[in-house]
């Protein structure tokens, strides 16, 4: 098979694929998969090997399918089903007819169990939960046969029959592999094959009363749908000796290979489906899709995009040893995306009223504002200027420290894409001092931005015309949790919630051409971030922006200072 080259640095999993194509290991084919079980949305984590195995799939003109793992009726579900489908999509891969699931595979895998129980290499157990956990050993200690492991075969079929024809409780029966109650592998101690389960299941309805376990599925999937590579996490390292017993036992005619990489860990986040069903159940976050989610669905509705998760994912590589990487990495390939991508606007989140008496009372000049300084391409579109302004409220200082250029009574700033407006006076509330009005005077021959008497200011502040501006609501998304691993110390995470996780503004002001932007279109709201209109909240009526991610990383100074 043809091998295409690319810049991509390789790994050792490519290293590995190489290697086959060398010996022509299987026969040149490159057959990967993305095996989720649908049982919660994916995540940032689910990401990386999605990228993995789709792109080995592409480098190498092999195949990639999409598996649904699913053997557990419990907890799993077409919602999940199609969450996963549509992150996949919108991360940028495809599998053409290739979506396949495990649970079609119930009847072959039922096969196979009747094949090993008659060739002696699988029994079927009573013993309960507790029983069978006491028979296993520990790390130590060998475990201890079943006392039903040496049922006769005609016994053993009679009772899986009768398991699968409902006639016994959860519970009460297994079926068993036949392994080595002494290996030092606790998993190739006798494992489960298949446990009775009353429960319906998504696809399968009420056809099957017992549940093939994982293990037992998933390599024989591998096998049946001839993979060549099964990349899999690290924590199933010890189970591969497992999935080689099955395949000789059922005497497979197709032996995946099995590769482990290291998971993705991520600072200030939480990554096992279990927690993040937590935060859905708990109602910690609005749901999988939540901007604070590390689901795909929620990076998604935050702003991310999918180029910048591509190449935070091919940045990280691929390896064989656990490691934490930091948010900040992906914020950046965030950053570094948009800082391209996203067209430059001006929104003011917290305003201050800005009266220019010099400026003519009805007066309205449209200023042509390029959407990207760097590149032309993404044109330009009006922003009226009027006599009456809005500017953010951090851009006035009453008595301004000395490092503070911005406004001030009797300074001159630059407004962006504007004049020079130099403060007069303040508009205080009498009953609470605080400053909420501002006048100043602009100087008309400054309309390019510079004076022609060549004097200089030390600050440019953006604006929106009161007039002219729609309202918005903006979303201010910080990190989910405070601390850079939650889990340190134990589960009570929750306690580690970041309290600033969300502020909602409901005052702000955007620039008019903002009135048609589309819900998920991202925009880089001038000197404040990257913010992306809400997909869910937002419409014509009410505008509902969502920060994507501040311009600068604001968390590497706090955590300098060891605040954190
Ligand atoms: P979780 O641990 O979050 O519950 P899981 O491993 O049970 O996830 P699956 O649906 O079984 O979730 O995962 C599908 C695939 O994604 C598996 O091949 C798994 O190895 C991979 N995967 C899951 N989490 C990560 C991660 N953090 N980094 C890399 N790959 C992952
Ligand atoms: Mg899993």
């Known amino acids: 098979m043809e091998q295409t080259t690319s810049s991509r640095p390789s790994d050792f999993i490519r290293d590995i694929i190489?290697?086959?194509?060398?010996?022509?290991?299987?026969?040149?084919?490159?057959?990967?998969?993305?095996?989720?079980?649908?049982?919660?949305?994916?995540?940032?984590?689910?990401?990386?090997?999605?990228?993995?195995?789709?792109?080995?799939?592409?480098?190498?003109?092999?195949?990639?399918?999409?598996?649904?793992?699913?053997?557990?009726?419990?907890?799993?579900?077409?919602?999940?089903?199609?969450?996963?489908?549509?992150?996949?999509?919108?991360?940028?891969?495809?599998?053409?007819?290739?979506?396949?699931?495990?649970?079609?595979?119930?009847?072959?895998?039922?096969?196979?169990?009747?094949?090993?129980?008659?060739?002696?290499?699988?029994?079927?157990?009573?013993?309960?939960?507790?029983?069978?956990?006491?028979?296993?050993?520990?790390?130590?200690?060998?475990?201890?046969?079943?006392?039903?492991?040496?049922?006769?075969?005609?016994?053993?079929?009679?009772?899986?029959?009768?398991?699968?024809?409902?006639?016994?409780?959860?519970?009460?029966?297994?079926?068993?592999?036949?392994?080595?109650?002494?290996?030092?592998?606790?998993?190739?101690?006798?494992?489960?094959?298949?446990?009775?389960?009353?429960?319906?299941?998504?696809?399968?309805?009420?056809?099957?009363?017992?549940?093939?376990?994982?293990?037992?599925?998933?390599?024989?999937?591998?096998?049946?749908?001839?993979?060549?590579?099964?990349?899999?996490?690290?924590?199933?390292?010890?189970?591969?000796?497992?999935?080689?017993?099955?395949?000789?036992?059922?005497?497979?005619?197709?032996?995946?290979?099995?590769?482990?990489?290291?998971?993705?860990?991520?600072?200030?986040?939480?990554?096992?489906?279990?927690?993040?069903?937590?935060?859905?159940?708990?109602?910690?976050?609005?749901?999988?899709?939540?901007?604070?989610?590390?689901?795909?669905?929620?990076?998604?509705?935050?702003?991310?995009?999918?180029?910048?998760?591509?190449?935070?994912?091919?940045?990280?590589?691929?390896?064989?040893?656990?490691?934490?990487?930091?948010?900040?990495?992906?914020?950046?390939c965030v950053r570094d995306d948009l800082n391209q991508t996203a067209p430059r606007v001006m929104a003011v989140l917290r305003p201050l009223r800005v009266v220019i008496d010099n400026y003519p009372d009805d007066g309205v000049e449209e200023f042509d504002c390029p959407y990207h300084p760097q590149n032309p391409d993404m044109g330009s579109r009006k922003v009226p200027f009027s006599k009456v302004l809005y500017i953010e409220r951090d851009d006035f200082m009453e008595d301004p420290p000395k490092k503070f250029f911005r406004m001030a009574v009797g300074r001159e700033v630059r407004l962006r894409y504007g004049y020079f407006v130099t403060c007069t006076d303040v508009v205080k509330d009498p009953s609470t001092g605080e400053v909420v009005e501002i006048h100043c005077t602009y100087d008309p021959e400054t309309k390019s931005g510079f004076a022609p008497d060549g004097r200089k200011v030390k600050a440019t502040i953006h604006w929106v015309s009161s007039a002219h501006s729609i309202p918005a609501e903006v979303r201010l998304y910080d990190r989910l949790f405070r601390v850079a691993d939650p889990l340190e110390g134990g589960e009570d995470y929750v306690k580690h919630l970041n309290p600033d996780r969300l502020e909602v503004l409901m005052q702000c002001r955007v620039e008019p051409s903002l009135a048609t932007a589309e819900r998920e279109s991202r925009y880089q709201f001038e000197r404040l971030g990257y913010f992306c209109v809400d997909s869910v909240d937002s419409s014509v009526e009410g505008l509902v922006f969502n920060r994507t991610v501040t311009l600068r990383d604001s968390w590497a100074k706090i955590v300098g200072k060891g605040e954190v």
Request: net charge negative; hydrophobic share 35%.
């Open 18 to 332: 190489e290697d086959d194509f060398k010996t022509n290991k299987h026969e040149g084919r490159v057959a990967v998969r993305f095996p989720p079980e649908p049982n919660g949305y994916l995540h940032i984590g689910h990401a990386k090997s999605v990228c993995l195995n789709f792109g080995i799939a592409a480098q190498y003109g092999g195949t990639c399918n999409l598996r649904m793992d699913d053997t557990d009726p419990s907890g799993e579900s077409m919602e999940y089903v199609e969450s996963i489908i549509r992150d996949i999509r919108w991360l940028g891969f495809e599998w053409g007819d290739r979506l396949f699931f495990a649970s079609d595979y119930y009847e072959r895998l039922y096969e196979y169990a009747l094949q090993m129980i008659r060739e002696g290499k699988a029994f079927v157990c009573e013993l309960d939960v507790d029983e069978m956990r006491e028979h296993r050993g520990s790390f130590t200690e060998p475990g201890r046969e079943s006392p039903y492991r040496d049922r006769p075969v005609e016994e053993n079929l009679a009772l899986f029959q009768r398991m699968r024809a409902g006639e016994f409780e959860e519970g009460t029966h297994t079926l068993r592999a036949k392994v080595d109650m002494s290996s030092p592998n606790i998993t190739m101690r006798d494992p489960i094959m298949y446990r009775i389960k009353k429960e319906s299941h998504y696809r399968t309805e009420n056809q099957w009363c017992i549940y093939p376990m994982y293990d037992f599925t998933h390599c024989l999937s591998d096998s049946l749908e001839r993979i060549t590579h099964s990349i899999c996490t690290l924590e199933f390292e010890n189970n591969r000796p497992l999935y080689d017993w099955f395949l000789e036992a059922v005497n497979a005619d197709y032996r995946p290979q099995q590769i482990e990489f290291a998971r993705l860990n991520l600072t200030y986040t939480v990554m096992s489906k279990r927690l993040l069903i937590e935060l859905v159940e708990k109602k910690i976050v609005c749901g999988w899709d939540d901007p604070l989610m590390p689901s795909l669905a929620g990076m998604r509705r935050r702003g991310y995009t999918p180029a910048a998760i591509r190449d935070f994912c091919d940045r990280i590589g691929v390896a064989k040893n656990d490691s934490m990487i930091d948010m900040a990495l992906l914020e950046n």
